[in-house]
């Protein structure tokens, strides 16, 4: 279980995030919405260690991510805003490199490396070196990464971006498979249909907090709408517009 505790964080004295609250259950998928600039990048940055918090804790298990980051990323698969690939080299290259960083060798990264490469289709890009790999291809690469090493945490930004109908089928079966496994998956997007079909539990954000959460179906339940697309709408539009009355006219 991932733990998120009163996150906080500014810009040039902006709050992005104004004390975030929420778990990442294991066996479970959970879908972080939000509008363009809401915060969720920032907020999964923060979550992999990638970025420092100005207040709140995030605990994987018992292990804290500011403390014991090296620890965690052992088991942590992470897709972010901003992926480095090398391009001078080969998709088996660049993925062996990583395999190997997180200890994998002989016969174990040779199945890891080929369990990859099956699931997500790589065959035919994984002799090709990765210069002018197009954005759905560096996503598939990216994917891979985060995978190689069977991770029991999954927190991946935007994972479906880029990718083709039958890429983002095959990620959806690979998500199933590790949420079956017991792994504990957070993952976000701006497409509802994927969220819907995925999400055992969807988080909404809104100017620095999480306004809503639930089920697709409780959401939709929660103000009586009729498509998961409404009812986020109503969650991280309205209460925008709610919070920007109550400000203006306070009680
Ligand atoms: N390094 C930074 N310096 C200054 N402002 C930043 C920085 N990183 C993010 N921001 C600002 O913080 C806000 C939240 O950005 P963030 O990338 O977390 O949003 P997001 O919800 O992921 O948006 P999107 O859906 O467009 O990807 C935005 O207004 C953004 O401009």
Not at 1 to 9: A, F, N, S, T
Not at 138 to 147: H, N
């Amino acid at each position: 279980m991932i733990k998120v505790r009163g996150l906080k964080k500014s810009f040039a004295n902006t709050a992005v995030l104004r004390g975030i609250n929420f778990d990442v259950p294991d066996g479970k998928i959970t879908t972080l919405l939000g509008a363009n600039g809401a915060g969720k990048t920032t907020c999964l940055r923060i979550l992999t260690g990638l970025m420092t918090p100005e207040g709140g804790t995030v605990h994987f298990d018992a292990l804290e991510i500011q403390k014991e980051t090296q620890q965690i990323r052992r088991r942590l698969g992470v897709i972010s805003d901003r992926e480095g690939l090398y391009e001078r080299l080969t998709v088996a290259e660049y993925l062996d490199i990583f395999a190997s960083m997180q200890g994998l060798g002989g016969e174990a990264k040779a199945e890891a490396l080929a369990s990859v490469r099956d699931s997500l289709g790589l065959d035919g890009l994984w002799s090709r070196r990765m210069k002018g790999f197009s954005q759905g291809e560096r996503m598939k690469v990216s994917l891979a990464r985060a995978l190689v090493h069977k991770p029991h945490y999954l927190v991946l930004d935007e994972p479906t971006r880029g990718l083709d109908v039958l890429a983002v089928r095959l990620l959806r079966k690979t998500l199933n498979e590790l949420r079956d496994q017991g792994c504990a998956i957070l993952f976000s997007s701006h497409v509802m249909q994927e969220v819907e079909e995925l999400s055992d539990q969807v988080l909404v954000m809104s100017a620095g907090r999480i306004v809503a959460s639930g089920t697709p179906g409780g959401l939709k339940q929660q103000c009586a709408a009729a498509s998961l697309e409404d009812a986020f709408v109503e969650f991280a539009y309205g209460s925008e517009a709610r919070d920007k009355r109550a400000e203006e006219s306070p009680a």
